[in-house]
């Protein structure tokens, strides 16, 4: 497929052209063709980042390499600019950074202070603006587990159970206290609790830790509300310090269950079906189970029992006039019965057999109802991956049952969606099956020895080949300390897993890994288990032939940062071939355009930091002193929902301990302080008391933030949601949680120095010249919310100018930027640190602590050469001993993939 044209007809947003208007039936041609055409058309973008490990403390940096990939996984084309942000788990972003795309790479690094990363599960996003047209899921999407060893003074460990009481779900939750450093139990300390939901209390209690610091709380409430809801405890340390801990209630709120997938996505009376299932615990993961399938006589007509994470399949051929009942026994010794999913009276079916190393074998069967209604009649099969088509064929049911088979040959390695359609395009049954080539690049690592000394030079020789062939690649490598940084390899996100598999289907996959790297002799069995219980993402027949295509509203970055507006006279006119001069005070950067015939004018292939100062001048225009600068406002994804938050841990204390330890010990060898006392008379501060439009609100204001809580924002708009809990942006208005649940749906007003003022107003605030923000969840006696039809009100409290002396009027023109002269600040390109690799002439600890490091080192610019396909890197060793772990990542030019983990010891 030639993505050049997919470039060109984006960039013109052609339709689908109406000479394929849909008749009573359609040819296998028209199909074929068309779906080629969309994927020609809006071809698929897809990012990937390799991440130097799988989780993180405050006071780390966060290492990654972006591979950003159009169709089949080869280096994009069609986007030069990555997004990556961090969101916490009230869907607020925390950190949003842009990287210039090169040869469809880029890295970059997110540093995680403590005093902004509090301790738990945060959403990491990765996307181009082209793929902001589509649904978020299809972002790269990870849990990101930040643990925050610094600033703490106890530790947690949080258990529930549950148990059904009447339409109610009956909770108990056990929370053990430690304190932080000693690690001792937190005896007889009083607690408070509460349970929240969408900010409103649903119960609340008090109590006391026992003899072993532990606290238990009971309450009973609807499982739909538990759901979303937390706990929320207090804890009292004497001497008038609090402790606040929050625990989701997610995997307190539901039991058990299982879930049934028909193969083809029906069970049809009369046809022999795959039924595969899936057991779920609480928490949404896969646990064991085992049963029997019994009809309304009470006979068993199938066993079942799981053999990976929870998935198995049993066959089944439902007869006419009877009814069938799972009976699930789990792994505890509980019980449950489970109705199997309707049945079809008349229907056909596809059946995937893909245990051949060579041939995918395909069975339609239809039971004699639905043959006899519709013999004679053509059907079709399509395959395809990634939206192209790499068979299709077209049979005639003349016999019940019909069976071909499908070299492998003529598909990728990854997943391939196999659809039944009538020759009136209507698609009738659905299979994915994942197509395992063996294909990926053959990379490997050495060394000259297995074992080393800590602080040791340590050379790492790489090979990459395609075959046995020599290749070029773009590649980055972490070597993290494995006894500091333990992980289960099954559960990782890989290049592979993430570009190949997770990425093309819905729903949460559990341990992908596990498909790739292990030796188990069932995995390929399991592979095509978890292909039955899920969907294919991307491709809809239905859509495709009534012409319905991908609604471009975000255009592909391809000329680098831009910075686009609108030049008007005095008066609000706009004005044609106007001239315009930008500048990059601090690249010392210079560019100059002219405006179209209705005033827009665009600064194209701009390369300037986050922070930067940009200067846009029309004063050497015709009639310059009368003219206007505007610039267009910015546009930011809007946060999404977490499609990993099974992924995420509940007790981060414990599962981490090693790794938060060590941290620990690190931070505090790099930020050892000497107490510096400062006299000074107080400085009142800016306040909203200052401003009359508030008079009779609180005093108090619900949440405050000052200068020091915004040091690593950029740009108010989008950080003001991070910093303000429950609140969530649509339209851009924000809202409390509460409110935008509700029917009257009434977002907060925002002032800033008393003046009432949109969102996106926040897009000019310089925010080093926010003093602090006030959150007020009520409006008091002020009358603001019904004057506003508003609930809840932000003020932005802008530093005071300092006192100085007087000034002419002259004086102050000058300081007043005149209308033809504008001065912003856009988001630029992330500034990029290099990864710091200490260099030992004597391999011995240091002096102060020794060198603690748990990424030893991060290469993200590693290339092999074309010739030789070898390369190689150089580093010391850190202080740890024990298992260093090398993980080298990468892609060549024509979208081949490759993975490669080497080990060795330290002693």
Known sequence: MNLKRSVLFILSLIVFSQAFAQRDTVSLNTIVTKTTKLITSYPFEKVYLHLDKPYYAAGDTIWFKAYVTIDQHSP?????????????????????????VVNGVANGNIGLTPADFKQGNYHLRAYTAYMRNYDPDYFFNKNLVIGNPVDKDIVTNVSFSSAAAAALTKVTASVAYKEARENLPLLNKKISWTVVANNEELFKGKGNTDDNGVFKAEFNGDPAALKGASLVTVIDLGNRKSVTSTFALKTAASGKDVQFFPEGGELIIGVRSKVAFKALNSNGLGIDVKGTVTDNTGAVVANLTSQHLGMGVFALTPETGKTYKINAEFADGNKAVYDLPRIKASGINLSVFNNDPEKLNIKISANDAYFQLNQGKVYYIIAQNGGAVYFAGQTTLESPIYSASIPKTKFPTGVVQLTLLTDHGVALCERVAFIQHNDALNISIASAAKAYNIRQKVRLNILAKNKALPVAGTFSVSVVDETKVPFDENAETTILTSTLLTSELKGYIEKPNYYFISKDANVAENLDILMLTQGYRRVSYRNILANKVPQITVFPEQSGLEVSGVLRNNTGMTIAKGYLRLQVPSRNFYAETTTDMVGNYKFSKLN????????????SSANGKNLVVTANPETFQYPSK?????DEVTNIDSAFKPYLEN???QYKNTHQLKEVVIKADPIKKTGHSDYSVFTGLPMLADQQFN???MRNCTNLYLCLQSMILGTTINENKIYFMKNYNSQDKKPIQIFVNGMPVDLLYLNGVQVSNVESIEVFKSAGLSGIDDLYGTSGIVEINLKKAPKGTKISFAELQELIPPPNILSITPVGYAINREFYAPKYD????????????????????????????ATFI??????????????????????????????????
């Open 707 to 709: 200068a020091a809580n």
């Open 608 to 619: 300037f930091t986050d922070s930067s100062k940009v200067v846009i001048s029309a004063r």
């Open 663 to 665: 941290s620990l010990r």
């Open 76 to 100: 994009t084309i069609l986007s030069n600019i990555v997004y990556v942000d961090i969101a916490n788990n009230q869907d607020s972003i925390t950190r949003f950074i842009k990287l210039p």
């Open 842 to 869: 004597v391999p011995k600890p240091g002096t102060l602590g020794g060198d603690l490091r748990s990424t030893v080192y991060w290469a993200p610019k590693v290339t092999t050469d074309k010739t030789t396909g």
């Open 642 to 646: 977490n499609n990993m938050a099974l």
């Open 874 to 907: 150089e580093y010391y060793n850190a202080d740890g001993h024990g298992t260093y772990r090398a993980t080298i990542e990468g892609m060549d030019a024509d979208g081949n993939l490759g993975r490669y983990v080497y080990r060795y010891t330290v002693k």
